[in-house]
């Protein structure tokens, strides 16, 4: 058998085990992406195992609860039932045929690429790797991750010599390398999971079609794209277009608030249009584990390029600066009521990153209390999915929730996150002074109310 022949055989094995619901499906990173990721293969009657490193991630799902709101713990317990285990232990990815890695993407202190969640993932894996095997990373990241970083570091250190599977290089010590970016978007539930077309790059058509095998499995429609830096780019096309629509919309809603216009009626107008305009919304700044991060993976990487990315920069300097309006306009709206930052008591409303979810990831709420917190406000916060802030990658704040009531006793009440939980016609009557930077008490008439 020819090189090219013993890798075609590898990869059309694969496929039929896809086929077959014989594959068994490996997921590295049990986060908000890997997770869900876990319970579809389930679903799909894949034996799917999950690694991650966090014993508690792994102690919790053994007991068939969950640490994800939305995914419920009898989820968890369904696919247990169907042979779903979570490990730390690296070595039983030898048994796998299909291995997913979801692992975070943030940046360092220097707003630059942390990539060693990616590579201390593949340290940890190329012992164990396996000819025939398929690897997709799916964790965001600058266009080139696969090729330079993954690959290189499987391929030096594992133990048979395997090579991963390219056009021009092809032996019988395969495995198959593609990238496929993720897209969800937690809270959303008019698109089921399923329907959201799966963007797929492998680094030779034989990895992208045992790719589209896999994903095809449970995704309802798989779009293949030329290479893994194809993908990648592809998923940051998409974040920096939604980065730099709201860094435009909050710009313009600067301007309107000095024209006395009023941006939210601006944009629902704006949005009759039955084609050419797609409405984003301004709010007290970016947060979530994409949108404030994915885009400056691009703009480090461009500068190898001598290139400048300069919408990039200058949404980024937008939206960076919400939060600092957020707090002019609390001072203001004191101001008015002769009373001083300093001292106020400042009720937060909201601190997840958006609404109706319990993730706190790069939130404006947290730099909006810590800005409160340093001009001597005394600030609470009250927000349904946590009922603590504790330390985070950038703050550590060590609050507690108040309870929804007596909101009298504070000088303003700043509505930052709008949970659809919420009574916000209750909110305005009791408070004093209500602050919205997100249109949340939309309809409700009150000189209570300032909109920023
Ligand atoms: N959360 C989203 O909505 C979303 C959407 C699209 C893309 N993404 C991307 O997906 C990736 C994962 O994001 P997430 O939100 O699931 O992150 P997360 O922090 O929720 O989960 C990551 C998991 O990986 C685990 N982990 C870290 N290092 C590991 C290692 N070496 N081995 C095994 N497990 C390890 C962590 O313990 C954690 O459980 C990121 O690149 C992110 O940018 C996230």
């Known amino acids: 058998m020819t090189p090219r022949t013993a890798s075609t055989s590898l990869a059309n094995d694969l496929k039929t085990k896809i086929q077959n619901r014989q594959a068994k499906v490996a997921v590295i990173g049990l986060g908000y992406v890997g997770l869900p990721l876990v319970l579809l293969y389930s679903e799909q009657k894949f034996l799917v195992t999950g690694f991650d490193i966090d014993q508690r991630k792994i102690d919790t799902l053994a007991s068939g609860a969950s640490y994800i709101f939305r995914i419920d713990p009898a989820e968890i317990q369904v696919a247990r ?34 990539l060693s969640f990616i590579t201390d993932t593949a340290h940890a894996m190329a012992p164990h790797l396996q000819p025939g095997q398929l690897v997709v990373l799916e964790s965001t990241t600058y266009p080139g991750t696969t090729e330079e970083v993954l690959v290189p570091i499987l391929e030096k250190e594992n133990s048979s010599n395997l090579k991963a599977a390219r056009a021009s290089q092809t032996s019988e010590n395969d495995f198959f390398v593609a990238f496929s970016p993720e897209r969800e978007d937690p809270g959303n539930t008019s698109v089921a999971r399923r329907d959201i077309p799966k963007v797929v790059g492998g680094l030779d058509v034989q990895a992208s079609d045992v790719a589209a095998a896999l994903y095809g499995s449970i995704f309802n429609r798989v779009v293949p794209v030329s290479s893994p830096s194809a993908a990648e780019m592809t998923k940051l096309l998409e974040n920096i277009y939604r980065c730099v629509n709201i860094a435009l919309v909050n710009e313009l809603k600067l301007l309107s608030l000095r024209m006395g216009l009023d941006i939210w009626e601006v944009i629902e107008a704006a949005s009759t249009k039955p084609f050419g305009f797609h409405p984003f919304y301004p709010g007290p700044g970016l947060g979530g584990h994409c949108i404030p991060v ?24 937008i939206n960076i600066g919400m939060p600092y309006h957020v ?126």
């Open 294 to 317: 994915d885009p400056f993976y691009l703009s480090w990487k461009a500068k190898e390029w001598d290139f400048r990315t300069r919408f990039i920069e200058l949404a980024g300097e």
């Open 81 to 114: 039932a169907a042979g779903f285990s979570a490990t730390a232990d690296y070595s039983r990815l030898r048994d796998m045929d299909a291995i997913i890695i979801c692992v975070p993407t943030p940046l360092n202190e220097y707003h630059e690429p942390d």
């Open 327 to 452: 707090i002019a306009s609390v001072v203001a709206a004191l101001n008015q009521k002769r009373k001083p930052l300093n001292g106020s008591k400042v009720l937060v409303l909201g601190v997840a990153y958006k609404r109706d979810i319990d993730d706190l990831r790069e939130s404006p709420a947290l730099t909006i209390i810590e800005l409160l917190q340093k001009e001597g406000a005394v600030v609470s916060y009250n927000d349904p999915y946590f009922p603590s802030i504790g330390k985070g990658r950038k703050y550590d704040l060590q609050m507690k929730r108040t309870p929804l009531e007596h909101l009298e006793q504070y000088d303003c009440v700043l509505i930052v996150t709008d949970h659809s939980d919420y009574n916000y016609k209750q909110i305005v009557q009791d408070a004093q002074l209500v602050v919205d930077t997100r249109n949340a008490t939309k309809g409700i008439r009150s000189e209570k109310i300032v909109r920023c």
